[in-house]
């Protein structure tokens, strides 16, 4: 249980346009998403976090028009990368907090990761 | 505010060598303890976990207790194997905030 995944795994896009990457949890209900970003050999820095129904809260520093974040539904967060530059290349991170379906209220569930690379 | 502080590595063992990764503390209240494990391009997998004083976690010969007094929560591993190879997070929670990462641990093992 408690099994985290993203969409897509990686990919490579051209500076200016837009990516957007899923994260779904697959066998329980999650109100609450986080979305990281990750440097090599780096430690995971928070980018928001994303609440089933409501604008996402975004950490300072982490511009909101550029990253886009859709909480639709228990189970599915997006987070888009609008007009995206060679510095936003990154490898990104969604997690999902337990609290049902056998899931604990204090853990995130990490998804796979997205490796994205704007040419 | 919240923090958490770990020993950067990288560490290199040889197999079947003991594994310490020291982890300590500081939290606003009663946190609750993490180990996560990343395996090269891959995403976080919870590793084990304690939630009260004293208590131990432990998964895959892992484990690690959850010390009040000291503010640690060390990890350890009595024989680590070459798939063992990976950086290792240390990381708290406080009443359901949001988490708070250690600069991960790189861990090598050699054949």
């Known amino acids: 249980g408690a099994v985290v995944s993203q969409h897509p795994s990686w990919v490579i896009c051209k500076s200016g346009t837009s990516v957007k990457i899923e994260c779904r949890s697959l066998d329980f209900q999650a109100t609450t998403m986080f979305w990281y970003r990750q440097f090599p050999k780096q430690s995971l820095m928070l980018m928001a976090t994303s609440n089933e129904g409501s604008k996402a809260t975004y950490e300072q520093g982490v511009e909101k028009d550029k990253f886009l974040i859709n909480h639709a539904s228990l189970t599915l967060s997006t987070l888009t990368v609008t007009s995206a530059h060679p510095e936003d290349s990154s490898f990104y991170i969604c997690s999902a907090r337990g609290g049902v379906s056998g899931t604990s209220a204090d853990t995130q569930y990490f998804g796979p990761g997205t490796r994205l690379t704007v040419l | 505010g919240n923090s958490v502080t770990q020993m950067e590595g990288p560490v290199t063992l040889s197999e079947e060598a003991f594994l310490t990764i020291n982890c300590t503390y500081t939290a606003t209240g009663y946190p609750s303890l993490f180990w996560y494990v990343q395996y090269p391009g891959e995403g976080l997998q919870l590793l084990l976990k304690a939630t009260k004083a004293d208590d131990k976690g432990s998964n895959k010969g892992f484990e690690a207790t959850y010390r009040k007094e000291t503010t640690s929560f060390h990890l350890e591993k009595g024989s680590v194997q070459v798939s063992d190879s990976a950086v290792y997070f240390c990381?708290?929670?406080?009443?359901?905030?949001?988490?708070?990462f250690g600069p991960g641990t790189r861990l090598s093992v050699l054949p």
């Open positions: 990381a708290l929670t406080v009443m359901r905030q949001n988490f708070v």
